[in-house]
């Protein structure tokens, strides 16, 4: 139950801290050639002020300025205490700003490794799943909808 | 191949499998049809095998957690991953979206083009490019065809080959039904869940999508606590969210600054009247059925455990 209030106090402006993962420069803009503001080292603590793409913007001890966003962890939500919400700072920062009733039934256990062992097929389910397809065209029209273009983007080797 | 023989296959499945009655509605002697084996150890399951496989494992993913009974959320999600799944080389399979009413928070994939993502996860996500992501993991498991190459691994798989070399099909099918389930049920390693994670991320952008969403979702679930119940699932069998973000990090350094804006749309939402859904009853004891969806008969396990034990051929982006 903590942890849903936690995660349901979306929108409160309790400090969002975050810590670094590995040492990373801190830039002036949210680009990887931009100048850099200062160097962070490993286990850094920063305040999230805003975030845009793939950075965040981060006040420091050392100033402000945009970090990689990989590079840092939020606290988790065992680590929380009282009723800061400290483990909710990602959700304020990237997770839905309405009232959920699935995150207010956190301790209610769901399907677990067993749960599928024993599961049998449903037809019935299958069938409805079925019923539920999307043609190409309904899917190309809801995307017009939300203005989503197609990129070309190649797909990413891993770091050599 | 004959038809008695054809027979003999079958029924050899089936007692394999009494403890899936449903399984009739799989063919499964077409697809561990003896005449194919050798193609299957060399190249893996044909489209057709895989969506029938893909669906078994789907449907018996249904028997544990059904759909959240909101046709018009159903019907949007399939909307969001078919627009993705045209981003792919396989933008025509039979693509099959849904979201399971639990609270646990975990997403899969099977073979073919079968994707469920849980209502815990579901309602953790904030935008439509956040969803974009989790679906595109999800799919790129089904386009990288993560499952079929892993039963190709196996030396199960090519042992059973060899018997088929020298003429014993008996054996030969046995070690298909036996084995090949072990093979199933082994879950990907880490290699092909960053790649997921890097394919998420590259179709979310194709489709116009913020190519960040994932890396949030990954984000919200390196904070969860590693004991909140609902995520026991997801971290039992994958690398740790943090680990994730790092790989996804490395790879994408290089081209941060060449990917596209996107859009980041609102998600529609679970219609609010939906009740939550029911805590699952705990699987207790061994041999207990939990989660039966008015399934009737059968015992619960097969002696060798199944074929799709664990859940099979699922493959997650938090699950299996």
Same mark, same amino acid.
Request: aromatic content about 6%.
């Given at each position: 139950?903590?942890?849903?209030?936690?995660?349901?106090?979306?929108?409160?402006?309790?400090?969002?801290?975050?810590?670094?993962?590995?040492? @990373?420069?801190?830039?002036?803009?949210?680009?990887?050639?931009?100048?850099?503001?200062?160097?962070?080292?490993?286990?850094?603590?920063?305040?999230?002020?805003?975030? +845009?793409?793939?950075?965040?913007?981060?006040?420091?001890?050392?100033?402000?300025?945009?970090?990689?966003?990989?590079?840092?962890?939020?606290?988790?939500? +065992?680590?929380?205490?009282?009723? @800061?919400?400290?483990?909710?700072?990602?959700?304020?920062?990237?997770?839905?700003?309405?009232?959920?009733?699935?995150?207010?039934?956190?301790?209610?256990?769901?399907?677990?490794?067993?749960?599928?062992?024993?599961?049998?097929?449903?037809?019935?389910?299958?069938?409805?799943?079925?019923?539920?397809?999307?043609?190409?065209?309904?899917?190309?029209?809801?995307?017009?909808?939300?203005?989503?273009?197609?990129?070309?983007?190649?797909?990413?080797?891993?770091?050599? | 191949?004959?038809?008695?023989?054809?027979?003999?296959?079958?029924?050899?499945?089936?007692?394999?499998?009494?403890?899936?009655?449903?399984?009739?509605?799989?063919?499964?002697?077409?697809?561990?049809?003896?005449?194919?084996?050798?193609?299957?150890?060399?190249?893996? !399951?044909?489209?057709?095998?895989?969506?029938?496989?893909?669906?078994?494992?789907?449907?018996?993913?249904?028997?544990?957690?059904?759909?959240?009974?909101?046709?018009?959320?159903?019907?949007?999600?399939?909307?969001?991953?078919?627009?993705?799944?045209?981003?792919?080389?396989?933008?025509?399979?039979?693509?099959?979206?849904?979201?399971?009413?639990?609270?646990?928070?975990?997403?899969?994939?099977?073979?073919?083009?079968?994707?469920?993502?849980?209502?815990?996860?579901?309602?953790?996500?904030?935008?439509?490019?956040?969803?974009?992501?989790?679906?595109?993991?999800?799919?790129?498991?089904?386009? /990288?065809?993560?499952?079929?190459?892993?039963? /190709?691994?196996?030396?199960?798989?090519?042992?059973?080959?060899?018997?088929?070399?020298?003429?014993?099909?008996?054996?030969?099918?046995?070690?298909?039904?036996?084995?090949?389930?072990?093979?199933?049920?082994?879950?990907?390693? %880490?290699?092909?869940?960053?790649?997921?994670?890097?394919?998420?991320?590259?179709?979310?952008?194709?489709?116009?999508?913020?190519?960040?969403?994932?890396?949030?979702?990954?984000?919200?679930?390196?904070?969860?606590?590693?004991?909140?119940?609902?995520?026991?699932?997801?971290?039992?069998?994958?690398?740790?969210?943090?680990?994730?973000?790092?790989?996804?990090?490395?790879? !994408?350094?290089?081209?941060?600054?060449?990917?596209?804006?996107?859009?980041?749309?609102? =998600?529609?939402?679970?219609?609010?009247?939906?009740?939550?859904?029911?805590?699952? %009853?705990?699987?207790?004891?061994?041999?207990?059925?939990?989660? /039966?969806?008015?399934?009737?008969?059968?015992?619960?396990?097969?002696?060798?455990?199944?074929?799709?034990?664990?859940?099979?051929?699922?493959?997650? =982006?938090?699950?299996?």
């Amino acid at each position: 139950m903590l942890l849903a209030a936690a995660w349901l106090a979306a929108g409160s402006v309790a400090a969002q801290q975050v810590t670094l993962e590995r040492d @990373s420069p801190l830039y002036t803009e949210p680009r990887l050639d931009a100048a850099q503001v200062t160097q962070l080292k490993l286990g850094a603590t920063g305040e999230v002020i805003g975030k +845009q793409g793939a950075w965040l913007h981060l006040k420091t001890p050392g100033g402000s300025g945009w970090l990689f966003s990989f590079n840092v962890r939020f606290p988790s939500a +065992q680590a929380a205490t009282g009723d @800061s919400g400290a483990g909710a700072a990602a959700g304020r920062l990237f997770g839905p700003r309405r009232n959920v009733s699935v995150t207010s039934t956190v301790g209610i256990r769901g399907i677990e490794e067993e749960d599928l062992k024993q599961a049998s097929f449903n037809a019935g389910q299958m069938k409805l799943l079925e019923s539920y397809a999307a043609t190409r065209e309904a899917a190309e029209r809801q995307a017009r909808g939300s203005s989503l273009a197609p990129a070309s983007v190649e797909f990413m080797d891993p770091k050599k | 191949m004959t038809g008695a023989f054809r027979y003999w296959i079958a029924a050899a499945v089936m007692i394999a499998l009494s403890a899936y009655a449903a399984a009739a509605s799989l063919d499964l002697g077409r697809i561990f049809d003896v005449g194919r084996d050798l193609r299957i150890a060399a190249t893996g !399951l044909d489209e057709k095998e895989e969506i029938a496989v893909g669906r078994e494992v789907a449907g018996r993913t249904l028997g544990a957690a059904p759909l959240v009974p909101d046709p018009e959320l159903q019907a949007y999600v399939n909307r969001v991953g078919r627009w993705i799944a045209l981003q792919t080389e396989r933008p025509d399979l039979p693509w099959h979206f849904g979201v399971l009413d639990t609270a646990s928070v975990n997403a899969f994939a099977a073979p073919g083009g079968y994707v469920l993502i849980t209502r815990g996860l579901y309602e953790m996500l904030a935008s439509e490019s956040q969803l974009a992501g989790v679906l595109g993991h999800e799919i790129g498991h089904i386009v /990288q065809r993560h499952h079929v190459k892993v039963m /190709q691994q196996s030396a199960a798989v090519s042992a059973s080959a060899r018997a088929a070399q020298h003429g014993d099909r008996g054996i030969l099918v046995n070690n298909l039904i036996g084995t090949g389930a072990e093979v199933l049920a082994r879950g990907l390693d %880490k290699t092909a869940e960053f790649e997921a994670d890097r394919i998420g991320v590259v179709l979310a952008a194709r489709a116009g999508y913020s190519p960040y969403g994932l890396v949030e979702v990954l984000h919200l679930l390196a904070a969860r606590s590693a004991e909140d119940s609902s995520l026991a699932l997801l971290f039992k069998t994958h690398p740790a969210p943090g680990e994730r973000l790092t790989q996804l990090g490395d790879a !994408l350094v290089p081209r941060v600054a060449m990917l596209p804006a996107g859009q980041e749309p609102a =998600i529609r939402p679970v219609d609010p009247r939906t009740p939550p859904p029911a805590a699952a %009853k705990p699987a207790a004891a061994k041999g207990a059925r939990a989660l /039966q969806q008015q399934e009737e008969g059968g015992s619960t396990t097969s002696p060798g455990g199944g074929l799709f034990p664990g859940g099979g051929a699922l493959r997650g =982006i938090f699950g299996r």
